[in-house]
């Protein structure tokens, strides 16, 4: 896996339109797979970008069928 297709917490919040505690809360709990954990107390989580942009497609589909 190359450095380009990872996002930060921050990145990965933003592309799903919620907080960096949020995803992070998520990655803790196992219910968005990070795909790398720097080392340290503060280590920042890095999530593949593809397995984001699929999240965010499930994402928007549930919130279309909700809203239909």
Known sequence: MHMRNLLTTKQAAEMLGVTTRQITRWALNGDVPH??????????YLFDIDTLEE????????LTEATS
């Open 35 to 44: 795909a790398h954990k720097i080392e340290g107390l503060r280590g920042a």
């Open 55 to 62: 999240i965010h497609a499930t994402r928007s589909e549930r």
